[in-house]
C-alpha cells in the first residue's frame, strides 16, 4: 500500500498542488506579520479595549484626542527616528524643542511677525542639528554623546537668556492653529497638521534620495562608502532633519498649550524613542519604517490616555517608555549574538 498521501486523479497519478494556492496563505500571513501592519492593529485595538479604564471610552473625543495629541510625538519621531535609522540617538531633542517654542514666542511677543517668528526659530533649531551632525560625521563622536553636550549647552544658554522669566505666551495666530479649537471641513485643523507632515516625512525618509542614504548608511558606513554614497553630508542632512523636526514640534506645542516655559521638551525624549522602536526600527540602525513610527507614535499616545484616565501618573508613563526601550535594545543584542553565532 502506497505512503502516499497527495490525490491521484482517474489514471493513479499524483496531483500536485498548485504553487500559486500555497502562495496565498503564506502571502497573508507574511503580511500580517510585519511590525508596521502589527503595530497599527493593535492601535485599532486599544480602542475598544479602553473602555477597561473608562466608560466613556471609545468615542469620538477619544479618537480626537489622540491624534490632535499625536501630532507633537509624530513630528519629534521622525526626526528621532531618521537619527535612529544611522545608529545613533538625538538626546538634545528636549532642548531643541524648548528652543523652537522659546523663540518663535520671544520673538513673536517683541513684534516679529508670526510667521517670521517661525521660520527664526526653525532655522535656529536646524542649526543645533547642524552642529550636530558636523561633530558626528567629522569628529567621529558617538552621537549620544554629541547631542547630550550639545543639549546640555543650549539648555544652559536658554536658562541663561530668560533669565528665569515666565512662560513665553503664544501668539493668537498660533494658539488658533494648534489648539484644537478651531477646524477645517469639521476636522480640527491639528489633525490636518499631522495628515500634511506625516505624508511629507514619509515622502523624505521613504521615497527619497537622502531617505535610501540614510537606510544604507545605518546598515553599513563601510560598505556605503565603497558604493560611492556621501556619508558625511548624509549624517548632516540627517541631524538637520532632526533639529527641525524637534524645533517645529516645539513651535506646535507652543500653540497648543498657549505658552512654553523651558522645560516644554523634558517629557519627550523616551517617547520619540519608543515611537520609533514601537514602530519596528532596529535599534541598531538600517531598517524601519516611517509608517510604522506613525502608527508607534499613535499607540503610545491613546496608551498615555488611557494611563491618565486610569489616574496613574505621568511617572508611569515614563516607566512604560523605559522598559520599552530596554526590551527594544535586548532583542537588539540577542539578535546580534544569534547573528555572530550563526557565522
Known sequence: MSNNTLPTDQTGATILPDPRQETVPRRIGAFFAQPVVIVWIIFVLMFPLSRIVSPSFPSLGQLESTLILGLFLVVVAFGQGFVILTGGFDLSLPQTIALGAFLTGYLANTGWPVMGAIVAA????????LING?????????????????????????????????????????SSLFSGKESFLGIP????????????????????TIG??????????????????????????????????????GIMLLGYSSGADLNIGASWLLPSITAV?????????????????IGG????????????????????????YGVIILIALIAARLGKDAGAART
Do not use: H
Not at 522602536?277 to 513610527?293: D, E, K, L, N, Q
Open 122 to 129: 526653525t532655522i535656529g533649531c536646524a542649526l543645533i542639528g
Open 189 to 208: 485643523t491639528p489633525i490636518w497638521a499631522l495628515v500634511i507632515f506625516a505624508l511629507i516625512a514619509y515622502l523624505i525618509q521613504m521615497r527619497s
Open 134 to 174: 558636523l561633530l558626528v560625521a567629522y569628529a567621529k563622536f558617538p552621537p549620544f554623546i554629541v547631542t547630550l553636550a550639545t543639549g546640555s549647552i543650549l539648555g544652559s544658554v536658554l536658562l541663561g537668556v530668560s533669565r528665569g522669566t515666565p512662560a513665553q505666551p503664544s501668539p493668537a495666530a498660533l
Open 297 to 320: 507614535a499613535l499607540l503610545i499616545t491613546v496608551l498615555g490616555i488611557d494611563i491618565s484616565a486610569a489616574g496613574f501618573s505621568e511617572g508611569v508613563k515614563q516607566i512604560l
Open 277 to 293: 522602536v514601537v514602530g519596528g526600527s532596529a535599534i541598531r540602525g538600517g531598517a524601519g519604517s516611517y509608517a510604522g513610527t
Open 212 to 249: 535610501r542614504r540614510t537606510f544604507a548608511v545605518g546598515n553599513s558606513e563601510i560598505a556605503s562608502r565603497v558604493a560611492g554614497v556621501p556619508v558625511s553630508s548624509t549624517l548632516i542632512i540627517v541631524y538637520t532633519f532632526a533639529g527641525i523636526s524637534s524645533g517645529l514640534a
